[in-house]
């Protein structure tokens, strides 16, 4: 073959490898919407402090993307009375979700943390997930949806009230969703139990009955002795199997 020849075949190859090489290199902008949604309720977001989001290569831990899950619960009726189809939507665009515009060169393996509700520290809890992401194939609409599983228990911590220590939480759903007396998300379905240590070491458990307003449970403990008491209140739903848990220390005196 002429020098010539060859010289034109060469630089049509180089040409096609750096077509190739540009075309394989580039990074797409690939858009994937993650929501989390309450166990036995709706989707958790703006309304307890939304959720803390990270996107990760799911091989190398690097990280590709994070922020904040936020936005409203959800319709009521679509998610929790009407019989769903396949295909349904859940959410729309005023429904929790964080989207992500995620730069991808080739199908990628993702992981997704989110950490949350964050307005109740002793009800946060981590979840995560990996999937597989391909370049410019959107995962959008009602998106990635993680499942988070337990109750919100926000116990108050009361002084001693004369000879009495009161028992008192505020208990939800972790999307917030309330409780209450023959409501969608019964008190009736809901034990509420104290669990009192005392300053020697023995075991003490009270019942909170709820009050009848909206969230509150309650009940009270009278300590034998002073000292330091360390209170664990817990909530369970034998349905769901949804729990929750706080604790505080708390002083009795004389």
């Known amino acids: 073959m002429p020098v010539h020849s060859l010289r034109r075949l060469f630089a049509a190859c180089l040409l096609f490898l750096t077509a190739s090489a540009s075309v394989y290199a580039a990074a797409v902008p690939t858009e994937v919407t993650v929501r989390v949604r309450s166990h036995d309720a709706k989707f958790i977001g703006s309304g307890v402090g939304g959720l803390q989001l990270r996107i ?3 091989v ?3 990280l590709l993307d994070s922020g904040m899950v936020t936005g409203g619960t959800g319709d009521t009726a679509r998610l929790m009375k009407t ?4 295909g349904d939507a859940l959410a729309d665009d005023k429904t929790a979700h964080y989207t992500s515009t995620l730069m991808l060169e080739a199908p990628t393996q993702i992981r997704i943390r989110v950490t949350g509700p964050l307005d109740v520290p002793a009800a946060i809890q981590n979840l995560s997930l990996t ?11 009602d998106g990635l949806v993680l499942h988070l599983p337990g109750l919100i228990v926000d116990a108050m911590k009361l002084g001693m009230q004369e000879d009495t220590l009161p028992l008192v939480a505020d208990i939800t759903l972790m999307c917030g969703c309330p409780i209450t007396d023959g409501g969608l998300w019964d008190s009736a379905d809901y034990e509420v139990q104290a669990r009192i240590v005392g300053p020697d070491g023995a075991v003490a458990t009270r019942d909170l009955a709820f009050s009848g307003e909206a969230n509150r449970f309650q ?28 604790t505080y220390s708390v002083h009795a005196t004389d």
Not at 83 to 86: G, L, T
Not at 131 to 141: E, L, M, Q, S, Y
Not at 221 to 234: F, N, R, S
């Open 56 to 58: 990760e290569d799911a």
């Open 60 to 62: 190398t831990g690097a």
């Open 83 to 86: 019989p769903q189809s396949r």
């Open 131 to 141: 999937t597989w992401v391909v370049p410019g194939k959107d995962i959008t609409g």
């Open 219 to 246: 009940g009270s403990y009278k300590p034998e002795a002073p000292g330091l008491y360390a209170v664990t209140i817990w909530a369970h739903n034998a349905n769901t199997g949804n729990t929750g848990a706080a």
